[in-house]
């Protein structure tokens, strides 16, 4: 019995110096907080998983304008010019870089948009008629850059493509999306030139000088005949090509002066240069033989002002305003494809005369009624000139 007892004091002893042994409590530290309330696997909330919105992804592409312009001078006083300061005006205003490439032969056209393209210009205006195939190609080739094409109706094929067939079976507007041709109605601001020259001519003949026939070209000489013959249905109209050359046609002032010498030598006392530079020389000539000169495109009488003693005024298109109005539109969103045409009905009017400066006693109330008539039927569209 003594050895029972004395076995169950042994055993007790063993069990309690096991436990002394035994693992530590499964119950943290009272001083640490419970795991479940910040668990290891979650990211603390003040770190977003989001890069924060105002944070573009991609760097803004920044806008850049060029002007690839016709041959000829880039100081014209004329059609370059006004789309070039056009361009420059809209590109100023907006903060974005611009550069200018004057062509000097119409070989250069494709190579000198390609250098804009090349030099990631994103917006490229081209200058004159002639072009007009170099920029479709190249509007084709490059959707992502908007192209402007002074003086071009855009004729495609089904696919895009030039036609030289001109059937323009492709709506332009949807094919090439990121050109746009600005056409203005040249017959109209002839037309208007006309009515002046017919009103004021005491010899009953008159003149106009082309630089090359282009389709502008020969609008504006078609309403200026048709302008001068609304008033006077029996006068004469002389005209005279310059060159077939674009690159001889519009930047040769003595042949300008040398054709507008012979007009005067056959009578005609009111002379209407459509030539570009080529026109200088012929306002040359008509200052020197005390009658007549007309300008085109801008007021010319402001560009030539050592000549504005005889230039009784000017047929304007509103070049400037409208290239920077439609670079600008590139830029905003509200760029409009396909051919735009510009005219009388645009608002505000899209061609016009020119201020009569010195020579405003010419103009007499009669004078501009009958203008102001014409512009009005033509805006309508009761009075329509004739192209050709």
Do not use: W
Request: glycine share 10%; proline share 7%; hydrophobic share 40%.
């Amino acid at each position: 019995m003594k050895k029972l007892y004395l076995a169950m004091v042994a055993l007790i002893l063993a069990s309690m110096i096991l436990a002394s042994c035994g693992p530590a409590p499964t119950q943290l530290p009272a001083t640490q907080p419970p795991a479940t309330e910040a668990p290891a696997t979650e990211a603390p909330t003040m770190a977003p998983t989001e890069a924060p919105t105002m944070a573009p992804t991609e760097a803004p592409t920044a806008l850049k304008v060029g002007v690839v312009t016709d041959v000829g001078q880039l100081e014209d006083k004329s059609f370059n010019q006004a789309s070039y300061e056009g361009a420059k005006a809209a590109a100023d205003g907006m903060g974005a870089e611009f550069d200018v490439i004057v062509t000097q032969n119409i070989s250069d056209y494709k190579q000198n948009i390609q250098t804009f393209v090349d030099q990631g210009f994103n917006v490229i205006v081209t200058v004159g008629f002639l072009i007009g195939t170099d920029t479709t190609i190249a509007a084709k080739e490059n959707p992502d850059v908007k192209f402007i094409g002074v003086d071009q109706g855009i004729c495609v094929d089904a696919d895009g493509a030039p036609d030289p067939t001109f059937a323009c079976a492709g709506d332009a507007a949807t094919l090439l999306p990121n050109y746009q041709g600005i056409v203005f109605a040249e017959e109209q601001a002839g037309y208007l030139a006309g009515i002046v020259a017919g009103s004021i001519s005491k010899s009953g003949t008159i003149g106009s000088v082309a630089g090359t026939k282009v389709p502008a070209v020969v609008a504006y000489i078609a309403g200026y005949e048709a302008g001068a013959k609304s008033v006077n249905p029996n006068i004469k109209t002389l005209t005279q090509e310059v060159n077939p050359d674009p690159a001889k046609g519009f930047n040769d002032p003595a042949t300008g002066k040398a054709i507008a010498k012979q007009f005067i030598g056959q009578g005609a006392d009111v002379l209407f240069q459509v030539a570009g530079l080529t026109g200088q020389g012929v306002l040359e000539a008509a200052c020197d033989a005390n009658v007549y000169g007309i300008g085109v495109d801008v007021d010319q009488a402001l560009t030539l002002p050592n000549l504005s003693k005889c230039i009784v005024t000017s047929a304007e298109k509103k070049l400037k305003d409208t290239v920077q109005a439609v670079v600008e539109s590139a830029a905003s969103g509200d760029f409009k494809p396909g051919t735009v045409s510009y005219n009388a009905a645009s608002t505000p009017p899209a061609i016009g005369l020119s201020p009569y400066h010195d020579n405003e006693s010419l103009i007499t109330p009669e004078i501009q009624a009958k203008l102001d008539d014409a512009m009005a039927k033509m805006a309508s569209g009761e009075l329509k000139p004739p192209r050709q």
